[in-house]
């Protein structure tokens, strides 16, 4: 099982990104699954996730200016963030809360993707 980040970049204060990771693997379910975000001499944070029924979580630094969204056809989770402030300026990291389906039944994984650079200009 594999999660597969994709959408960072350098972008100008003020603009946005859309971040996409992909879960792949037939031997799991996605439970809850998100964006944590790492910066510079900071500890690793949550910035958004969003659970297998659609309930979304927000840190207060992002609340209105993130969406999180999941598409479970293509195991994907897609993150949106506007508005964008040179504290953003983060490498972001897909995480997953993964079920074994199958011989793996009863299995729960705590997976991580590589991160994705996400600079912000002034």
């Known amino acids: 099982v594999q999660l597969q980040a994709s959408g960072g970049g350098l972008v100008e204060a003020g603009g946005s990104l859309r971040l996409s990771c992909a879960v792949s693997?037939?031997?799991?379910?996605?439970?809850?699954i998100g964006w944590y975000r790492q910066a510079p001499g900071k500890q690793r944070e949550l910035v958004a996730s969003?659970?297998?029924?659609?309930?979304?979580n927000y840190a207060d630094s992002v609340q209105g200016r993130c969406t999180i969204s999941r598409d479970n056809a293509k195991n994907a989770v897609y993150m949106e963030l506007n508005s964008l402030k040179f504290e953003d300026t983060a490498v972001y990291f897909c995480?997953?809360?993964?079920?074994?389906?199958?011989?793996?039944?009863?299995?729960?994984?705590?997976?991580w993707g590589q991160g994705t650079q996400v600079t912000v200009s002034s």
């Open positions: 995480n997953a809360v993964l079920h074994g389906l199958g011989p793996y039944t009863g299995y729960v994984y705590d997976s």
């Open positions: 969003i659970s297998s029924g659609g309930g979304t």
């Open positions: 693997g037939s031997t799991v379910s996605i439970d809850r």
